[in-house]
């Protein structure tokens, strides 16, 4: 018999399509168990602020399940071992604000907090575990990362988010006989650019794994035109470099911000695809579209299912653990070794086998 009567919940990092359907899937197995579901806004910053703490209910979570964000809001730049705050002088000061987590935690009666986030806030859950909080996180990105997960929820609806995207641009690149460079989301994986980009139909793809020769692209577009395609589709991962150069980043890297923000090389790309062909050449950032919307009735599964999952987990009495989506079934594993390390394309894959056997330009 579980001795747990109130759990917290709260969703830290970029948003992704399924967060609720997590928060829906913890409320509905906590209820039938007999236990308080607490949500905590704003992922952690919401331990520290606790006003805005309310009861989760199965009928305050009816019908959020299709819903994309999270109902309880979340934030990247909430790291409570690194507030920032400003000082008298008005400058930005950090701070370690982690005790007051702990004391808020203890004095609002949770027995288990449910951390739905990123390799960032599953870092700081591992971190708030040490100091004597009961953990049991959820992975969560559209970057599909995390290499203690087979799967993420959030990728497959940002995958077909691009996926559409591309089928939309064929037409226009066609009418136009142009190159258009569409540069996605990713981060230092290239997951969404591989994946979209062998469902849309792409000619070239250029992921963080292979740093790219951009004469070689190029190539690739003018042999495209010698075979009489008059235009072409290149995908570009944000985390994509070429191979004398480094990631490129945007500037004003915001206060409190774990991660830098990646984003610009779409753009590099197209213009040396301009220069170096002389096609005409567009570039656009699909952006935070990948990360909006109603997730897939695949992510609504995957979602629901690892919020069951870490409810069973915890009437288990398992704590400090992560769960991981291992085919067919959820797994616990250890937080240290879910923050690990992440997980890169394999370029062994079958999808990269694919994607050249159909011979889709990677630049190498
Ligand atoms: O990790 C998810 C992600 O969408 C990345 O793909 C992207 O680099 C980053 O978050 C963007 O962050 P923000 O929402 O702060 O712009």
Known sequence: MSDVKRIGVLTGGGDAP????VIYGVTLAAHRRGWEVYGIHTGYTGLLDTDKITRLTPERVTGIVSQG???LGTTNKGN??????????????????????????????????????????????????QMGIPVVGVPKTIDNDLAATVITFGFDTAVSTATEALDKLHSTAAAHERVLVVEVMGRYAGWIALNAGISGSADAILIPEIPFDINKVCAKISDLELAGKGYGIVVVAEGAKPRDGGLITREGAEAGRQEVLLGGI????????????GKDT?????????????????????AVRFGAAAVR?????????????RPPDMAAVPLAEAI?????????????????????????
């Not at 779409?266 to 062909?277: C, L, S, Y």
């Open 18 to 21: 399924g967060l609720n359907a």
């Open 69 to 71: 964000g999270t109902i």
């Open 80 to 129: 409570p071992f690194k507030l920032p705050v400003k000082n008298a002088a008005g400058e930005m000061e950090y701070l370690d604000a982690s005790d007051r987590i702990v004391q808020n935690f203890r004095r609002l009666g949770l027995d288990v907090l449910v951390a739905v986030g990123g390799d960032g806030s599953l870092g700081i859950a591992h971190r708030l575990a």
């Open 266 to 277: 779409g753009e590099w790309v197209a213009k040396q695809i301009a220069a170096r062909t």
């Open 282 to 302: 567009r570039s656009l950032v699909l952006g935070h579209l990948q990360r909006g919307g109603t997730p897939t009735t695949f992510d609504r599964l995957l």
């Open 313 to 325: 987990f915890i009437a288990e009495g398992k704590r400090n653990v992560m769960v991981a989506s």
């Open 340 to 364: 690990d390390h992440m997980k890169s394309v394999p370029l062994d894959s079958d999808s990269v086998l694919t994607a050249r056997d159909l011979g889709i330009c990677f630049g190498d």
